[in-house]
């Protein structure tokens, strides 16, 4: 089925977000929309599915009018949405939440669930995906990845011929990502159309025959994926040509003889991370590689204080240090960017000054300064280059990539001698994230030591001046300089 | 997903202050709204009866309204931080008792064990939240139930008068005609509305409500600011029980029951949401003058004592079914 959409203008009080946007998904093929953060890619996927109205253009559907005025409208014409967030119920099995939207088609009158008859549509749905998951196993087990195929089977139940993804892919690790293009490829073997967001060009250049770019809710052009370089791609999304200066240069000779800023001493944290030795120097980045769960993130959570070591010992500038919880770690000077921006990094109902003052609110005796403190945003908004209209304006008014800035203008607030970045650039576009980058450097020279978690290889490679690959909680290889490293020579250790 | 919503560039961030003003018709609006309410009230309530605006009923629903007020202060930051709490009319009673104890010994300086017993209970709420981590209402359900139990205890269900007339002049005696109790909880509200605005404890309590998890690893120490905020109401409920044993000169098993729905009440109607992370003392000042003109604005107007309940509980939930901001609180349950 051709889904075709000419002229499409979607405006959200005073901001365009999608303006004269054309796109046309053929038959049996992949498109990926793409686009920095609020370029208008979900905008235009969400009208395409229904959930949101135009206010202006046109749809058709192998030539008919379509005009869906609900996700389910559009679902009965045959078009299915899969959102950015992972809905699944883990209270529920997995068969329920296949079924969650039309449970009464699968009950006896009474409301009793025919759970067999159920199980068996579940489990086909799985596997006409073609993953290997058992309706039968246990929902709580699952990865992030698993979860997102379960609800892209939900989608495909409804038999659409037109499948639109929304970032499917954001929160998920390596494999998860291979496992969900894997069953973009399926389905799109078996005749079904596909429209997908994404941030990671190589994703969309290992999976679409088309993309489409969108830049400040304008259409920008629709190509061939065999047709147009990755550099081009960037150039027209950002509007410059980016490749080559994403990462700032690092400093001629890392600083290898300077003082060590955080030294961990055979520290083990939960069940993730069984016994790590690192010693991070003032000045320096240091990278760290891994799955998920491989170990960064319970090393984080036990640098600061919010699990406790299993054993172990750390020093803080050459001192010991017990962290107790999260407040010690940063009253002595260790600032903490978590990988969850929106539960863990920020309180996205507060303004930007709140967020940015959260760590340290500035006082003047025992009352809490707003002089001050809108002094100290307005430096940090202009040093990090938060675009914001205020810094009273709340941030779930921002975009993703200015969220995660406020993120780390919160650390940065508080001067601290060691940074922990847990995949700060994660659904972070690319401006935004030269940004960070270009802001990482600069406190890194100043003498900031920086411990980088991030799933993001090109990142870990164009970031670090020292690496370390992390397999299932220890340490299992160690790169001194990342000059000439290529992303295989890394991936071949964790796994 | 949020897309971009803003257009500034970050070279051309022009004067912040004139930004910060700029508010939606809407915002105001809704801000205004627990006044605009309050004053409709007034106006029906004076068509309905010409002596509701004197002077002395005016002084008889503020002295009224004072207990109510003072418990809804505190109760502001526990809403404000997420939290709740249902046991403030059993302590308000406790406190009371206490203060009937102990005033023929200490007399006006029996505020001091009232309170400080107040603060006590609240101190123990706090614990089994912040520690304990025993969810708030089902922690208080629980010291609701006990708290009330101790006075039952302690009086056997007889009243404890309280006669001591230093006492009396002062906490519910009348000063240049504006009763004491009223000047007591205008200054205790004044200190709460400098606790919210101008501290950082004021601040973390709304950041708790805002978002836990973010407070917790921001370096916020949970536990503590939950603590404080617990005994911050169990003194100010301490206070309540004072007053509320001064006007009524004696303690009785009976006295502040209710109280913490007319509280909880007070603080959402005046625009602080269940689901934390707003809130302002303002609101709860206007909220509580709400409660009790409403109470009090019946009685005058002649309404059928038996169909008041009706008209009070109907008004409540209109209030804040066109008050509350469904785009800041997200989730509502």
Redesign the interface.
Known sequence: MTLVATGLNKQ??P?R?ASNVSITLRTGTVHAIVGE??A?K??TLRMLGGVLRPDSGEMTLDGAPYAPNSALDATHKGVALVH?EITINRSLTIAENIFIGDLRVHAWPLGVLKRKQMAALAQAALDRIGVKISVNANIERLNLGELKCIEIARAISSNPKTLLL??STAYLDHREVDAVLHVMHQLKSQGITIGFVSHHLSEVLAAADDLTILKD?QFVGSYGVASIEANEIHRLMVGRDVLQGTYPPRPPRPVSDAASALRADKVAVGRELNDISLDVRRGEILGLAGLKGAGAEALFAGI?G?EPLRHGALQLDGKSYKPS???A???HGIA?L?GDRG?????V??SVL?NLV??R?P?IG???SMARA?AMS?NL??LI?????????PC?????G??QKVVLG?CLAVSPALLLLNNPTRGVDVGAREEIYRIMRQKASEGLAILLSSEDMPELIGMSDRLVVLRQGVMVREFDSLTDVEEHDIVQYMT | MNEALTTNAPGSTAPPRQDELRVSRIDLLRRGFPLIFLLILIVVFTIMSPRFLSLENLSSVFDEGTVLLVTALGMTFIIMAGSIDISVGAIVAVSALVAALTVNTLGVLAIIPAVAVGALCGCFNGLLLALGKVPSFIATLGTMVVYRGLVLYFTRGAPVSIDNDGFLNVYSGITFGIPNSVMIGLALAAVAWAIVNFTVFGREVRAIGGGERVSILTGISVARVKILMYVLLGALCGVAGLLQGARTMAATSQLGLGLELDAIAAVVVGGTPLTGGLGSIIGTMLGVLIITLLSSGMNMGGVDPYLQNIIKGVVLITAVFINIDRKKIGIIK
């Open positions: 959200f009080g901001t977000a953060n609020g208008g979900s905008t950015q929304d970032e809710g600061v919010d919880n999260p407040r770690a940063w009253q903490h978590p539960n863990e990094g920020l309180i109902s507060f709140d959260m760590a609110p006082t025992p009352f809490f809108r307005w908004i202009k280059g938060i675009r914001t209209s205020s810094a009273a304006a779930r008014s921002l975009s993703g200015n969220m919160k």
